[in-house]
């Protein structure tokens, strides 16, 4: 008998199965904009243009980076896909953008339909609560390339601001005002610094620690937050000079991307309410203060910086929201990004 593609290692009888599964869950996310439904060669989506002079899109794309390997070694994949979508959706909003819509990309050595419609309502959530469409994606078999039971995802999000609007951080001056925004725990940056620390320590993902509610690997695991809510309702009322997504490199290196030359920020990290998996990871890695908010987001997700007279109401906001947020401090003229001033 000669071969066929289900030989070589490709199932298109699953792939079918798999579209199937998850045309429902991506209809949750549907917006007036979405056009078509799952299925097409491509996503149409119509923006509401009577309200914008200007439009620019705005587009990032992301993936997760080795997080990926906790989720497949703890066999978890619901909330993977929410990491891929805030990734990409949270830097948009950097630019004062309303998320449109978004597309998936998955590659896998073996396309099991189940494990994929998992991965997929991950996605549909982390859409739900960006506030953006799941308008198409990809699904990849690729045997030889990856192991059957290895995957990896990424995505794309477009967004849309009025040009007059979009946020750049050339208004921010000396004296303006720094807020932060809680983050989750790790999100989804420096998880290979995780995996060494753990390793050295003979910490397992399944090992219960004195502090934590779940396991060690289901803490690490939990979702990127996405902050759409906070930034789209702040954008109505308060005038934002910049915002930054605090990913891989800190505070040290993602404040700097949004400030004018010569200013920087000096931070009170005693104003941050760091988690307790950063503390747990510093002590069992023996790491520097210095490394940690180098690497780590340390408790802060997204930074807003804003004139000294929009404080007051920003603040305000995010209570009405039951947001919490804390004062990170003021831009002052320096020729060093961010300085670090400890407790």
């Known amino acids: 008998m000669g071969l066929d593609y289900k030989a070589a290692g490709v199932d298109k009888e699953a792939g079918y199965q798999q579209v199937q599964l998850i045309k429902e869950i991506v209809k949750r996310t549907h917006t007036p904009g979405v056009l078509n439904d799952l299925g097409g060669f491509a996503g149409a989506f119509k923006p509401e243009l009577s309200e914008i002079e200007e439009p620019v899109l705005v587009s990032g794309t992301d993936g997760v980076g080795t997080k990926l390997m906790l989720a497949q070694q703890l066999d978890i994949h619901d909330t993977i896909g929410i990491d891929a979508v805030a990734m990409c959706v949270n830097d948009i909003l950097c630019q004062g953008a309303q998320p449109l819509f978004f597309l998936d990309y998955i590659a896998t050595g073996k396309n099991i339909p189940e494990k994929m419609a998992e991965i997929v309502s991950g996605v549909a959530e982390g859409c739900i609560q960006g506030h953006l469409a799941l308008i198409g994606g990809e699904t990849a078999e690729m045997p030889g390339m ?198």
């Open 146 to 343: 990856y192991q059957p039971e290895e995957y990896d995802i990424a995505g794309f999000a477009v967004g849309m601001v009025d040009r007059q609007h979009l946020i750049t951080g050339s208004t921010i001056e000396a004296g303006s005002r720094v807020i932060g925004l809680p983050s989750s725990g790790i999100h989804s940056n420096g998880f290979s610094l995780v995996r060494a620390i753990l390793e050295k320590k003979g910490i397992a993902y399944t090992d219960h620690i004195d502090g934590f509610d779940r396991s060690i690997g289901e803490i690490l695991l939990t979702p990127t937050r996405i902050y759409t809510k906070e930034i789209l309702s702040l954008l109505k009322k308060v005038k934002l000079q910049g915002i930054a997504h605090i990913t891989g490199g800190g505070l040290e290196e993602n404040v700097p991307r949004i400030l004018p030359e010569g200013l920087g920020l000096r931070i009170d990290t005693g104003q941050i309410p760091t988690p307790l998996i950063f503390e747990k990871l510093q002590e069992w890695g023996n790491i520097d203060r210095r490394e940690m908010f180098s690497t780590f987001n340390m408790g802060v997700g997204m930074v807003i910086v804003l004139a000294e007279e929009e404080v007051e109401q920003a603040q305000q906001i995010l209570k009405n929201l039951g947001t919490d947020y804390f004062e990170l401090g003021t831009i002052e003229e320096s020729s060093i990004g961010v300085q670090f001033d400890e407790p």
